[in-house]
């Protein structure tokens, strides 16, 4: 009997700040040992201090070996993020949403390899309490299915989308619409996991929210007393990013069969780590 070939990705919701930074490299070393996952992403979107990425975050994250990077409506708040969208060293590995409206540098899907065989990962923004404007998450991803990635034989690609949104109810929707049309739909944003990991009835892999890789003692990886004083009306003062304490550890851990092309794992890893 010959067995299939599984693959193993590993992926991280949104890293908030330097309390992230430093508890994903901390952590990234003892899930490689445990899990052996053959990709690693990871949501940089809040990477800098909540706001973009710069090189120097970048390489910190490429230092310990993470494959690739999805982002969202804050990946370009940091100038000096710009460029990265156009060094050889991310060009090709680094996404911003694929649906913005604004003309932005970079490109909204990247192809890796996966144990020879191509997966694609999009990125996609809701519309739904987002400020930024965006075509809509729907139309984009038809068109990308049925005009961009198109096979050059009868495989079925695999693809990965990272849907950047606010609301559950438009990302449920949206994993609904894709069921069995790609491998999976990771929600990010919110920076708040949820406990619905399922694979819808189609086969495609879905959480609403990975959950974020930053400050536990906070709110959403935000400093907790300003945005208690915001909430209190007691300030306007700017949401600043909580650096300090123990950090939480937010990701997903996809298995699917090569062979079967079908999906055969998905667990939620949830830690604590003081860094
Ligand atoms: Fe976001």
Same mark, same amino acid.
């Given at each position: 009997?010959?067995?299939?070939?599984?693959?193993?990705?590993?992926?991280?919701?949104?890293?908030?700040?330097?309390?992230?930074?430093?508890?994903?490299?901390?952590?990234?070393?003892?899930?490689?040992?445990?899990?052996?996952?053959?990709?690693?992403?990871?949501?940089?979107?809040?990477?800098?201090?909540?706001?973009?990425?710069?090189?120097?975050?970048?390489?910190?994250?490429?230092?310990?070996?993470?494959?690739?990077?999805?982002?969202?409506?804050?990946?370009?708040?940091?100038?000096?993020?710009?460029?990265?969208?156009?060094?050889?060293?991310?060009?090709?590995?680094? *996404?911003?949403? /694929?649906? =913005? !409206?604004?003309?932005?540098?970079? %490109?909204?899907?990247?192809? &890796?390899?996966?144990?020879?065989?191509?997966?694609?990962?999009?990125?996609?923004?809701?519309?739904?309490?987002?400020?930024?404007?965006?075509?809509?998450?729907?139309?984009?991803?038809?068109? *990308?299915?049925? /005009?961009? =990635? !198109?096979?050059?034989?009868?495989? %079925?690609?695999?693809?990965? &989308?990272?849907?950047?949104?606010?609301?559950?109810?438009?990302?449920?929707?949206?994993?609904?619409?894709?069921?069995?049309?790609?491998?999976?739909?990771?929600?990010?944003?919110?920076?708040?996991?949820?406990?619905?990991?399922?694979?819808?009835?189609?086969?495609?892999?879905?959480?609403?929210? &990975?959950?974020?890789?930053?400050?536990?003692?906070?709110?959403?990886?935000?400093?907790?007393?300003?945005?208690?004083?915001?909430?209190?009306?007691?300030?306007?003062?700017?949401?600043?990013?909580?650096?300090?304490?123990?950090?939480?550890?937010?990701?997903?851990?996809?298995?699917?069969?090569?062979?079967?092309?079908?999906?055969?794992?998905?667990?939620?890893?949830?830690?604590?780590?003081?860094?």
């Amino acid at each position: 009997m010959i067995s299939s070939m599984k693959s193993k990705i590993l992926f991280f919701g949104d890293i908030v700040g330097s309390i992230g930074r430093r508890a994903v490299c901390a952590i990234l070393p003892r899930l490689r040992e445990q899990y052996s996952p053959d990709v690693v992403l990871a949501n940089v979107e809040n990477l800098a201090h909540g706001r973009g990425i710069t090189p120097k975050t970048l390489i910190e994250l490429d230092d310990i070996g993470v494959t690739a990077y999805t982002s969202g409506n804050h990946i370009f708040e940091n100038p000096n993020g710009l460029d990265c969208f156009i060094d050889v060293r991310w060009k090709d590995r680094l *996404i911003r949403p /694929h649906n =913005l !409206l604004a003309h932005r540098p970079g %490109k909204g899907i990247m192809s &890796i390899q996966l144990n020879g065989q191509k997966l694609f990962v999009v990125n996609l923004m809701g519309q739904l309490f987002m400020k930024d404007a965006v075509h809509s998450p729907f139309n984009a991803i038809d068109h *990308i299915l049925t /005009h961009e =990635l !198109l096979s050059t034989d009868d495989t %079925k690609p695999f693809i990965l &989308i990272d849907f950047h949104a606010e609301t559950t109810s438009e990302k449920e929707a949206f994993g609904h619409y894709v069921d069995g049309r790609v491998t999976g739909v990771f929600g990010t944003h919110t920076h708040v996991p949820t406990a619905d990991l399922k694979v819808l009835p189609h086969g495609t892999a879905y959480v609403t929210d &990975i959950g974020r890789n930053g400050a536990m003692d906070s709110v959403v990886g935000f400093e907790k007393m300003t945005a208690l004083s915001r909430f209190l009306g007691k300030t306007q003062k700017s949401y600043d990013i909580a650096e300090h304490g123990v950090a939480e550890i937010n990701a997903i851990l996809l298995e699917i069969d090569l062979d079967c092309r079908t999906v055969f794992g998905l667990t939620r890893i949830q830690e604590k780590i003081d860094v």
